[in-house]
């Protein structure tokens, strides 16, 4: 493992300090594919950069990334190469071209559905969970402003009454319905897809599985279940649900928003895949980001982190990152089964500016914890009313982060700041399919990045699996459970 005693050893400056000792814009602000990164209200120095770069070489991340890149398994608890990044064709050039294969099939079948082949569809019916649902959400509600091609609702909960309030206002003979799953075995999706079926049937459409498009790495479970081949878009098995939305699971968004706007998401993604993977550490965007994530978990030991989006087209983007985060590097052991001797992914939350201000703002000004702070926010309105809506959002995102460093000293404690409170901004120039595939990929290889050097697998994901099997075991009756769940069982259901 890396030899973290000489950043751990660094000085501590207060960020007042380090603004006092000159420029801080210089080496520490950077523009990429349309978005502008500030680090400067971070604890960042250019010695602690040239730090964590020594540390970074230790750990291998230029291999890591050249072996994610170039296919090979870096998965290696389930074997498998990750290739998220050839769907938008960066990548070793055999799975390019399956990738570009299958977008093709996907932009047919679509073509088709426009042509009606499959009746006047109006409205897009995506059942998922996690990864699969996630992605297209964040498409959808992002770029879904100016008007979508086909009405969508994305559901995820296996709570009736997810699937209930999605289908109150689609009519059953102009709906198609995406079955978004990995394996095709999901039980909260294919209990909700079922449930689907039967709204189609019970309103009297001829072939309700004539409806179904399925999304998959498993085409034969969904040929099992009733989906005629020619409505299967797959995608490979080393595409990671949570790094999905590039392929056939953002047929959704691919449908509301039109193929044009698939394909700018794609090479938006991919001019951040191609800053990721040539440029150097010291202006490499998602190496920066990752050095301060490293910084606040590893030396200042800070266990959560606070992304807060100052445009309600970005809305869902903090539970987006929540699954990208956390699933990815929620880990206890390395890679090698060893375990951790140091905190991993921390917490990450966040919400919508201005809202948080007068609510959760309160204990990241006065809190007795330190949290790390993302900014999100985007030049270019979206709106059409008075500037000064836009006007007073940016101005409140930029303030806050200001008001975070600053502080302020009061003779009534109550009333005072400590300040030196860090945060990041990453303001984009406007907010389209190039810039949104932009800032998804650059959170994807931060993360990788953070799981590099830390040694972990940031690419399996089985502490999802145990709660589930318990499930499964407690309705089949065969799971020996403690007193108290099975009283709540009890108490529940009889």
Same mark, same amino acid.
């Given at each position: 493992? &890396? ?37 400067? /209200? ?19 991340? &230029?291999? /890591? ?64 969970? =996690?990864?699969?649902?996630? %992605? ?5 509600? #992002? ?14 909960? !296996?709570? %009736?009454?997810? +699937? ?7 009519? &059953?003979?102009?709906?198609?319905? *995406? ?31 004539? $409806? ?27 595409? %990671? ?35 990721? $993977? ?10 920066? #980001? ?33 699954? +990208? ?12 089964? !060893? ?42 309105? *979206? ?13 409140? *995102? ?8 600053? =502080? ?19 303001? +984009? ?33 089985? %502490? !999802? ?7 499964? #075991?407690?309705? #089949? ?18």
């Amino acid at each position: 493992m &890396p030899n973290w005693s000489k950043i751990e050893a660094a000085p501590r400056p207060t960020l007042a300090e380090l603004f006092e000792k000159g420029d801080r814009l210089d080496g520490l602000t950077l523009d990429v594919a349309g978005i502008h990164f500030d680090w400067s /209200k971070t604890h960042l120095t250019p010695e602690l950069i040239a730090d964590f770069a020594v540390l970074a070489d230790e750990a291998g991340l &230029p291999a /890591k990334r050249d072996a994610l890149f170039a296919g090979e398994v870096v998965n290696v608890t389930e074997g498998r190469a990750v290739e998220h990044t050839a769907e938008r064709y960066e990548g070793a050039p055999e799975s390019v071209a399956r990738a570009k294969a299958q977008h093709a099939r996907m932009r047919a079948l679509i073509d088709a559905i426009e042509g009606e082949a499959l009746g006047p569809i109006q409205h897009v019916l995506h059942i998922g969970i =996690g990864g699969s649902a996630l %992605g297209p959400d964040l498409l959808v509600s #992002a770029l879904g402003q100016e008007g979508m091609h086909y009405d969508v609702a994305i559901v995820s909960n !296996v709570d %009736g009454l997810a +699937l209930e309030n999605a289908l109150e206002h689609f009519d &059953p003979h102009a709906t198609i319905i *995406a079955v978004a799953s990995k394996t095709f075995t999901t039980t909260e999706t294919m209990l909700n897809a079922e449930s689907a079926i039967g709204w189609l049937t019970e309103a009297g459409v001829e072939d309700p599985y004539g $409806r179904v498009i399925a999304l998959t790495a498993n085409p034969q479970a969904a040929v099992e279940w009733g989906v005629d081949e020619t409505r299967i878009l797959p995608f490979s098995e080393s595409v %990671g649900g949570r790094y999905s939305l590039w392929s056939s699971i953002g047929f959704p968004a691919a449908m509301a928003l039109g193929w044009d706007a698939f394909e700018e998401l794609l090479e938006g993604a991919a001019e951040m895949d191609r800053h990721f $993977r040539l440029t150097e550490t010291a202006q490499n965007a998602p190496v920066l #980001a990752a050095f301060a994530d490293l910084y606040y978990t590893q030396v200042r030991r800070l266990s959560t982190r606070a992304v807060f989006a100052y445009d309600e087209r970005l809305r869902l983007l903090p539970d987006y990152l929540q699954q +990208l985060e956390m699933e990815s590097n929620g880990k206890g052991v390395t890679a090698e089964g !060893v375990p951790l001797d140091r905190p991993s992914a921390p917490i990450t939350w966040g919400g919508v500016g201005t809202d948080g201000q007068h609510a959760v703002f309160q204990l990241l000004h006065q809190g007795t914890h330190v949290v790390p702070v993302e900014f999100l926010a985007v030049i270019e309105a *979206a709106d059409t009313l008075d500037e000064q809506h836009h006007r007073q959002l940016l101005l409140n *995102a930029f303030a806050q982060g200001a008001a975070l460093m600053k =502080g302020r000293d009061h003779a009534d404690k109550a009333r005072a700041y400590p300040g030196d409170r860090p945060s990041s901004t990453l303001l +984009l120039d406007t907010l389209d399919p190039r810039t949104l595939g932009a800032l998804i990929a650059f959170y994807e290889h931060r993360t990788f990045v953070n799981a590099a050097i830390l040694g972990i697998n940031a690419f399996d994901q089985f %502490g !999802v699996e145990l709660g589930k099997e318990m499930a499964r #075991a407690a309705d #089949a009756g065969d799971q020996d459970l403690d007193a108290s769940t099975e009283a709540l069982i009890q108490r529940a259901l009889g």
